[in-house]
């Protein structure tokens, strides 16, 4: 077991111990010029799945499935393959990093975007039974919607679930350099988007 506390990383020790050939090379990198960037956590009892916003590799990026056991106030990583505590789900998102995540169902809802930081599409993915599966199948993932693109604007950060009931569940998207249009020019609000998945 690798246990984390408040002055160290438990992930980061297990990906510098392992000797992992896809996400050690790209640790001395920074997070925004393709270097490992940590931007989505979905959980499910003791399982958590992280998002890689970077680093993408020749297209694919990566989500980090890891079991997880508490100790006290502290988190311990248990093996979950052959005694690295991690387990890599490669998917081809046409070139994005993972921005979010969210659990519907036996589904993973993924917020998908660019690695860097520059403009480009933002889009929403379904992993179909990806809380249950062991391994990542190409077939699994769909593209439920391209997000509306502003230039130098509104780069989609977050997503959350607002009604998983029935056949088409709505999602809220909020967003990192929002547009003028989204500011409250009294009260510091700013507005979200709200998108119904087919």
Known sequence: ???????????????????DPHLLPFLPLPGKDNGLDIEGLAVRGMRAFVGLRGPVLRGWSCILELRLAA???LLKLLPVDGGVPYRKHFQNLDNLGVRDLVILGDDL???????????????IWRWKGGVKKRLAATAAFQRLLVLPQRERADRAEGLTLLDESGASPSV??????????RLGKKDGSVTADVFRLP
Request: aromatic share 2%; net charge negative; proline share 6%.
């Open 1 to 19: 077991c690798i246990q984390t506390t408040a002055d160290s990383s438990a992930l980061l020790d297990a990906i510098k111990t392992s000797g």
């Open 71 to 73: 100790e006290g106030r």
């Open 109 to 123: 809802l993924i917020l998908a975007g660019p690695a860097q930081s520059h403009d480009g599409p933002h889009e």
């Open 172 to 181: 809220l998207v909020v967003y990192d350099t929002p547009a003028k249009s």
